[in-house]
């Protein structure tokens, strides 16, 4: 597969794009398109959110949502793992300090 972009044809919510993209990103493209297409008619289908520029900017909110959500998380999973590492650390530390001072 080459990285030259080539067109393709997208369907999201019933309506079809033509989107320039390489080869080696086709399958990622698509991927995108179907999950956007399914959180988009979620949104349709709740009966709250009319027009598809409406429902097109409910879903973007909903997603960027999602992924500042996910990225907070994503933190806090890091501090955490960090601290226990720290913690970890410490307690061999402290093991190979008592097991130096047993062998004196």
Do not use: W
């Amino acid at each position: 597969m080459s990285n030259e972009n080539v067109p393709i044809t997208i369907k999201v919510l019933d309506k079809e794009f033509r989107i320039a993209c390489p080869e080696s990103e086709q399958a990622s493209l698509m991927a995108s398109a179907n999950y956007l297409s399914d959180k988009m008619r979620e949104v349709r289908d709740t009966g709250k959110v009319i027009g598809m520029d409406r429902i097109a900017v409910m879903t973007a909110l909903n997603l960027a949502h999602e992924l500042l959500q996910s990225k907070s998380e994503q933190a806090d999973f890091t501090d955490n793992f960090g601290h226990r590492l720290e913690l970890l650390q410490d307690k061999i530390d402290t093991a190979l300090n008592n097991s130096k001072q047993m062998e004196l």
